[in-house]
């Protein structure tokens, strides 16, 4: 059973359509967050959810849009699509928001084209 | 505010030789430092944390790590890497209320 399971995994789209990632965790973790990952393998954190609130809004561009339906997901939309949004999108959980170590997602790779 | 600065992009070593990662991190807290590792393609894997416990943590896969308060380091080891080890390294600081931030990475590499 994947702990935090990303959907999908690839995605190929369009410049300006909109599309949407999804997470699930299955670990009763409080905590949920999105981190994109470019292509020098920087990691920097979008949002983090606790308990369905939302916690951290880095500087993110508001076409990036999260969504909590509960503690156990963490989707993401991301309106009208341009080529810098190309990356690794990465989920994660926690067991709250003082955790002591992430469980990551294995990603999903957009591509924007 | 707080930073971690991985200080080697890549590391090549040969198989059964020992492995050094090194981190520097600054923080104005009691930092918790954590060691992830990404496979090509893979997502990120909690290697070894260190939250104010014993300064040397031992991790996964034979890796440890050792906290150095007075050199602000917290460099990732193995005394003999394996093929499977190649993979990218990211050394992380967190402060008390979970902000985490991320080094740029090193990038193992292991030669036959």
């Known amino acids: 059973d994947t702990a935090v399971s990303q959907t999908p995994k690839y995605l190929v789209t369009q410049m300006g359509n909109d599309k949407s990632i999804k997470c699930e965790q299955n670990l009763g973790h409080d905590t949920m967050y999105w981190y994109k990952q470019d292509s020098k393998k920087f990691l920097k954190i979008m949002f983090s959810y606790n308990n369905k609130e939302l916690i951290i809004n880095e500087t993110v561009p508001n076409r990036f849009s999260p969504k909590s339906p509960d503690k156990a997901h963490l989707n993401l939309h991301i309106n009208s699509l341009e080529l810098g949004d190309s990356a690794v999108y990465f989920c994660a959980s926690s067991h709250n928001r003082y955790h002591y170590g992430y469980t990551f997602g294995s990603g999903t790779r957009l591509t924007v084209v | 505010a707080q930073s971690v600065t991985q200080l080697d992009s890549h590391v090549s070593v040969s198989e059964g030789t020992p492995v050094l990662l090194r981190c520097n991190y600054s923080s104005s807290y009691s930092p918790s430092l954590f060691w992830y590792v990404q496979h090509p393609n893979k997502g990120l894997q909690l290697l070894l944390k260190y939250t104010s416990a014993a300064t040397l943590v031992k991790g996964i896969n034979g890796f440890e790590a050792e906290f150095k308060k007075s050199e602000t380091s917290f460099h990732l080891t193995k005394p003999s890497a394996h093929m499977s080890d190649a993979a990218e390294y990211f050394c992380?600081?967190?402060?008390?209320?979970?902000?985490?931030?991320f080094g740029a990475g090193t990038r193992l590499t292991v030669k036959p």
């Open positions: 992380v600081v967190s402060d008390p209320i979970g902000d985490m931030r």
